[in-house]
């Protein structure tokens, strides 16, 4: 079974500029998970989408959203852009819900200039 | 709010050592607890999933345990390669928070040859 995927994997933008990660998860995995990761915060959750609705959501602005397709593939999108959006974005999927494994891409570094 | 701490922040050993990594969260009531390694620049890999009614899990030469009423788990790595240098993660969902994690800071090993 091939793994999670993200694209693209390297990114670099100007603040104000808007961006959109893809995300496609494992085969017939429903649920995906975004993370952000940097080194003065660590990994932060994002949000999570089920079955095209989110089910979770952290405490990021809103300028941060996403969306899930009927393939489960899953979108976020970060507009106006600023400095501190520079950080790798994970996503994760998993089958179902409550206690299952999650299984992360390799991510997309986002740089934001 | 779900509190997770790892320590050490970094350790570093010769080849061939056992050793010990250690992980505690503030609430008790979680579902399960997840274990994760990085490499530099790359996404999470699974390496054991605790439910909270287990007490550990085995994987090869890893053994995660659980104490949900200390809030404590323990990451053991048996004779240790070169090849397990990574960042180890600990997560935790918070009490209902399906699929949303919140990850300890890691801990950073370095096993020299």
């Known amino acids: 079974k091939a793994g999670v995927t993200q694209t693209p994997r390297y990114l670099i933008k100007t603040r104000g500029q808007q961006v959109t990660l893809s995300c496609s998860p494992i085969s017939g995995h429903r649920s995906v998970s975004w993370y952000q990761q940097t080194p003065g915060q660590g990994l932060q959750f994002l949000f999570e989408y089920f079955s095209e609705t989110q089910r979770n959501k952290g405490n990021f602005p809103g300028r941060f959203s996403g969306r899930q397709f009927s393939n489960s593939r899953s979108e976020m999108n970060v507009s106006t852009l600023e400095l501190g959006d520079s950080a790798l974005y994970l996503c994760a999927s998993s089958s179902a819900g409550a206690g299952e494994t999650q299984y992360f891409g390799p991510g997309t570094r986002l740089l934001v200039l | 709010k779900q509190e997770v701490t790892q320590i050490p922040a970094a350790l570093s050993v010769p080849e061939g050592e056992n050793l010990v990594l250690n992980c505690s969260f503030t609430?008790?009531?979680?579902?399960?607890l997840q274990w994760f390694r990085q490499d530099p620049g790359k996404g999470l890999t699974s390496l054991l999933l605790?439910?909270?009614?287990?007490r550990e899990q085995t994987s090869g030469r890893l053994n995660a345990s659980l104490d949900k009423s200390s809030g404590r788990s323990t990451l053991y790595i048996a004779a240790s390669q070169p090849g397990d240098s990574a960042t180890y993660l600990c997560a935790v969902p918070p009490g209902g928070g399906f699929q949303k994690l919140v990850f300890g800071t890691g801990t950073r090993l370095l096993v020299s040859p």
């Open positions: 609430d008790s009531a979680i579902y399960n």
């Open positions: 605790i439910q909270s009614s287990q």
